[in-house]
């Protein structure tokens, strides 16, 4: 399990990260994780989205719940006990990583366990498949009050200069989707599916 002092505290605006790669930065409307987990939904953090330039919305992405189901799946065993939810929160974060090409991502000290279990699970299925696996640092976040909870942002590898030109997270995410089936294709044709 991941240690809080192997983390670096940011305040809720951070400064850019500084790194050899070039980051892009990625704010997450995390609505897809919470409809399917049965809680109340609200797209209050949308707005805040709309005004930045690297808001995407996962429920428009379905390619995250895919390989998060994926994921889940692999642990299931035919002689345990149904669970009320196939995925848990672990799983959702392992596929943004992958499929976002996240490097790093502001949690909440609370979620730095989910991080270590996520990327855990990437590591054993890309060692599987003969893939470079993707790994993700948290950046220790102080959590905003409020719906902004629904709201994850990370630092991404990909270059999403295309994305940039897009006006709305509608608009953004549509491009984005392009990239992320390209990014699935690859570790699900891997995977026989």
Same mark, same amino acid.
């Given at each position: 399990?991941?240690?809080?002092? #192997?983390?670096?505290?940011?305040?809720?605006?951070?400064?850019?990260?500084?790194?050899?790669?070039?980051?892009?930065?990625?704010?997450?409307?995390? #609505?897809?994780?919470?409809?399917?987990? *049965?809680?109340?939904?609200?797209?209050?953090?949308?707005?805040? &989205?709309?005004? =930045? #330039?690297? =808001?995407?919305?996962?429920?428009?992405? $379905?390619?995250?719940?895919?390989?998060?189901?994926?994921?889940?799946? %692999?642990?299931?065993?035919?002689? /345990?006990?149904?669970? +009320?939810?196939?995925?848990?929160?672990?799983?959702?974060?392992?596929?943004?990583?992958?499929? &976002? =090409?996240?490097?790093?991502?502001?949690?909440?000290? /609370?979620?730095?366990?989910?991080?270590?279990?996520?990327?855990?699970?990437?590591?054993?299925?890309?060692?599987? &498949? =003969?893939?470079?696996?993707?790994?993700?640092?948290?950046?220790?976040?102080? $959590?905003? $009050?409020? #719906?902004?909870?629904?709201?994850?942002?990370?630092?991404? *590898?990909?270059?999403?200069?295309?994305?940039? +030109?897009?006006?709305?997270?509608?608009?953004?995410?549509?491009?984005?989707?392009?990239?992320?089936?390209? %990014?699935?294709?690859?570790?699900?044709?891997?995977? *026989?599916?």
């Amino acid at each position: 399990m991941a240690d809080s002092r #192997d983390t670096i505290t940011i305040p809720q605006r951070a400064l850019p990260l500084q790194r050899a790669a070039v980051l892009w930065p990625v704010y997450l409307l995390t #609505d897809a994780e919470a409809m399917v987990a *049965g809680e109340p939904v609200s797209l209050a953090p949308l707005s805040a &989205l709309e005004a =930045g #330039d690297a =808001g995407l919305i996962e429920s428009l992405l $379905p390619e995250i719940r895919q390989l998060a189901m994926v994921l889940a799946s %692999r642990r299931y065993q035919e002689t /345990s006990p149904a669970a +009320a939810r196939l995925s848990d929160a672990a799983d959702w974060l392992a596929a943004r990583i992958l499929l &976002l =090409g996240l490097s790093h991502i502001a949690l909440p000290e /609370s979620s730095l366990g989910q991080l270590a279990i996520a990327n855990q699970r990437l590591a054993a299925l890309a060692q599987e &498949l =003969g893939l470079a696996a993707p790994r993700a640092e948290a950046l220790l976040l102080v $959590p905003p $009050p409020g #719906d902004a909870s629904m709201l994850m942002q990370g630092w991404s *590898g990909i270059a999403f200069e295309n994305m940039m +030109a897009a006006s709305g997270a509608i608009a953004r995410t549509r491009m984005m989707r392009v990239q992320l089936r390209l %990014r699935a294709g690859v570790w699900l044709t891997r995977l *026989g599916l």
